[in-house]
């Protein structure tokens, strides 16, 4: 089973919509939690950490549930500039890194 | 605050040639770097992971003779790619992390090396 697993989509919502990635994590160890986004041929950029009680970030909510192994992104009123791949980051400790594949998302106007 | 830049951005040359890549920490010190490269509308592969004034960790199936790296400061990490063929050429991707765990990585903007 993969450390992580994410939805590779693609998304495709019209602007205005909701719309919200899910992301799984097989150890139940794993300390801290991230998405970024990456537009094409980009690096990845952070999004926002996962904090135990969730955040927002504007238009940006993330949780997590350490109960069920997820995290979760929420974006709220999309916008065009909002297409791009969303990648979430587990670390489970020190070094270890484990990404998603990705989840592609298109904002149609 | 966290920037990290990568130079160069792009690169094309001959196959044969080797290639360095430096990744530097602007604003912080990094204890970790680390390099990734990912082909087109894959993901993000890691390579190795290097701390500061020691020797680099590669990952299975990464020839550490082929991928040189040296992180001789808390803010400059080097990848040189020896004697590069065309099957090297990919989009590399540096990333640094101060502290723990417990903070994200930070990424440079990467380098598209093509090799001709």
């Known amino acids: 089973r993969k450390e992580v697993e994410q939805d590779p989509g693609p998304f495709n919502v019209p602007e205005g919509a909701t719309v919200a990635f899910n992301c799984t994590y097989s150890?139940?160890?794993?300390?801290?939690f991230f998405w970024y986004r990456q537009d094409c041929r980009k690096e990845p950029k952070l999004l926002m950490s996962v904090y135990s009680s969730g955040n927002e970030d504007g238009r940006f909510t993330a949780q997590l549930n350490r109960a069920s192994q997820y995290i979760s992104l929420l974006i709220r009123d999309s916008k065009l500039s909002d297409s791009a791949t969303y990648l979430c980051v587990v670390n489970r400790g020190g070094n270890q890194f484990y990404f998603g594949t990705g989840t592609s998302l298109t904002v149609i106007p | 605050g966290a920037v990290v830049s990568q130079h160069p951005s792009w690169v094309i040359c001959k196959s044969g040639t080797s290639v360095k890549i430096e990744c530097r920490s602007l604003d912080f010190q990094a204890t970790t770097m680390f390099w990734y490269r990912q082909f087109p509308k894959q993901s993000l592969m890691l390579m190795a992971t290097s701390n500061e004034g020691s020797k680099a960790t590669y990952e299975q199936g990464v020839e550490k003779d082929k991928f040189l790296i040296n992180h001789a400061s808390l803010t400059l990490s080097t990848l040189t790619v020896t004697s590069a063929h065309p099957e090297d050429s990919s989009f590399y991707i540096c990333?640094?992390?101060?502290?723990?765990?417990?903070?994200?990585?930070?990424f440079g903007d990467g380098t598209r090396l093509s090799i001709l």
């Open positions: 150890n139940s160890a794993s300390q801290s």
């Open positions: 990333s640094a992390l101060t502290g723990t765990g417990g903070n994200p990585q930070h």
